[in-house]
């Protein structure tokens, strides 16, 4: 929270440097343990388990919720777990801790299953709670969620006190509902209205749509505007496709896949949000859908959205653009949409129909599945009925909306699982 419990971290993991541990085993019964247990899978905790193992501390990552990254949805943290195991963290989901218990060589962590971890080191960072006690005191009105409440130009209940940042409340703009949203960006521009508001110029605040990123070692997971779950939460009525295409040209060096999820509206195609992970270019796929919420732009408009191409930062038809003709596609008709719940729940009058290649369907699909690759479609379409509806899918969604055209046009009743078996593999825990 502060630099002192900065330097109390640091102080503690100079123990754990060679020289020092030897001499803190002198000192005590054993060894100090070279090891750490992070409380909390957000923002800070992600960035603290990341500092720590590039200090060599071995790191246990503790979440109460079953993913870390608590924002966005559950399947887009699945590429984040991966990470964080491929470096050696050990992930503790869907799990609290109870205890603490001080040993002479450092701490006993107990976990609500019973499971006692020790370290060297704990650190909270079980999320952010609006110090409002002296807002309290001062007789200021709180908001639903327990922030300062504030109008648009900042100005709490006394109209000559004015509060800005982490500890007010303020509201979600495509929707309107109050939220708690403690970022730097929205709380250094609330500071910019205050001053403006204090000095007789009519600037509001239109509300904080939550975009964000943060950096696990060596992904970068972004979110703005409204998630899946907070659309359920909230009753809106929204619509979802993915894609995975590449950051940039595939052919030029260094290209690296990047997993996009977009929610829009299944009547008019305005966009409500997104959130993106991946190695590279996920900060500016973000800034630009962040920029098409303020503007109230359809996915329409990112099928046209005209931006920088050269082979080494991105593509001729964008991660963005390609969502927007996804999506664009479904709500023109062309395709109908289904998604991974519709694959694990078939109905009776449905069929899988994978269009992968024999090699790709051997290495993984979804259970169930037949295999009639795309290039045979058309001459083995004798062997599909039209009594079924067919829920098809490929690696990440292109082949089998060309295979929905085929199939369509040859009067079969079919949907494109979108974001294919790719994103089949992100919502399986």
Known sequence: RNLADMDAIQQILSTFDSED???????SAAPVHKSAVV?????????MTEALVERGVEV?????????????DAEMATPLHNE?????????????????????????????????????LAILAIGVKPDVRLAREAGLELGAFGGIAVSDQMQTSDPDIYAVGDAIETHEPI????????????????GRIAADAIFGRDTKWRGTQGTAICKIFGLAIGITGLSEKAAVRLKRPYEKVYVHPASHASYYPGA???????????????????????MDGIDKRMDVIAMALQSGMTVFDLEEAELSYAPPYGAAKDVINYAG?????????????????????????????DVSTPVEFGAGTVPGAINIPLDTLRA???ELSHDKEFLVFCQVGLRGYLACRILSQHGFACRNQTGGYKTYLMCQR
């Not at 708690?180 to 709380?187: N, S």
């Not at 009547?267 to 997104?274: D, F, I, T, Y």
């Open 325 to 353: 003709f996804v999506a664009g596609n479904a709500l023109r008709g062309d395709v109908k949409l289904c998604q991974v719940a519709d694959m694990l729940n078939p109905q009776p009058n449905q069929a899988l129909l």
């Open 175 to 190: 929707t309107g509902t109050p939220a708690l949203l403690p970022l730097a960006g929205p709380a250094n521009r609330q």
């Open 60 to 72: 246990t990552l503790v979440e109460l919720a079953h993913q870390v990254m608590g924002p966005v």
């Open 380 to 382: 083995r379409l004798g």
């Open 21 to 27: 541990a030897a001499t803190a085993s002198e000192m």
């Open 256 to 278: 690296s896949p990047i997993s996009f999820k977009l929610l829009f509206d299944p009547q008019n195609g305005k966009v409500l949000g997104a959130q993106a992970v991946g």
């Open 84 to 120: 964080l195991k491929r470096h050696g963290v050990t992930l503790k989901l869907g799990m609290s801790a109870n205890a603490f218990e001080e040993t002479l060589n450092g701490l006993n962590v107990t976990l609500s299953t019973g499971e006692v971890i020790a370290c060297g």
């Open 39 to 47: 409380i909390g899978g957000g923002y800070i905790g992600l960035e």
